[in-house]
C-alpha cells in the first residue's frame, strides 16, 4: 500500500511543479506580449489564479506530508520522550486525516454537483468550476491517505522517509 501511495504522491507532487512552471511561462508570455506588443493575455490571470494556483497548492499535499515539509511549531515537543512525541505524531496525524477527510468530501461533492449542472464563472472568459474542486479533492485525499498510512508507520521508518526526502533520493 505504501508503495501505490508513494507513486501517487510523486505523481501529484510533479503535477504541482509543472503548475508552477507552466504560471511562470504564462506570466513570461503576458510581460513580453504585454510590452513588446501590446496584447496582454486577457485570460491569463483568471486561468492561474482559478485552476493553476489550486494545483500548486493542493496536488502535492502528500508529497510534503510524506518528508515532514509542513510547518510545525516543535520547541516543547523535542524535549518530550520518543513515545509520547510518537504517539503525539501520531494522534495529530488521525486529526488531521479527519478534519481533511470531510474537506475532501465537501469538495468532491461540489465538484460532482457542479459537473453535473454545468456550473461556471462567468466573466470576460467562461470557466468550468468542477475541475478546480476535483483537484482539490485529489490534493486532500493524498493527504488523508500519507496521514492515515503514517499513523501505522514506526517513528524510525517515518524519519527514514523524512531523511530520504530532504537529501533527494
Not at 55 to 84: E, H, K, M, S, W
Not at 86 to 113: H, I, P, Q
Not at 133 to 155: C, D, E, K, N
Request: with cysteine.
Amino acid at each position: 500500500m505504501g508503495k501505490i501511495i508513494r507513486v501517487c504522491e510523486d505523481a501529484t507532487r510533479y503535477a504541482g511543479i509543472a503548475a508552477t512552471l507552466a504560471i511562470m511561462a504564462i506570466i513570461a508570455c503576458d510581460v513580453l506580449f504585454r510590452y513588446a506588443f501590446n496584447a496582454p493575455l486577457a485570460w491569463a490571470y483568471e486561468f492561474i489564479a482559478l485552476y493553476l494556483m489550486a494545483a500548486l497548492f493542493f496536488l502535492p499535499l502528500g508529497y510534503v506530508q510524506r518528508c515532514q515539509g509542513n510547518v510545525a511549531v516543535d520547541l516543547f515537543v523535542r524535549v518530550l520522550p520518543a513515545t509520547i512525541r510518537s504517539w503525539l505524531f501520531r494522534v495529530g496525524n488521525l486529526l488531521a486525516a479527519a478534519t481533511f477527510a470531510v474537506t475532501g468530501m465537501v469538495f468532491a461533492e461540489k465538484a460532482w454537483d457542479a459537473a453535473a449542472s454545468g456550473e461556471e464563472i462567468i466573466g470576460p472568459y467562461v470557466w468550468t468550476t468542477w475541475p478546480i474542486y476535483a483537484v482539490v479533492t485529489l490534493g486532500l485525499v493524498q493527504f488523508v491517505l500519507r496521514a492515515l498510512y503514517q499513523v501505522g508507520q514506526s517513528a524510525t521508518t517515518l524519519q527514514r522517509d523524512a531523511a530520504e526526502e530532504a537529501h533527494g533520493e
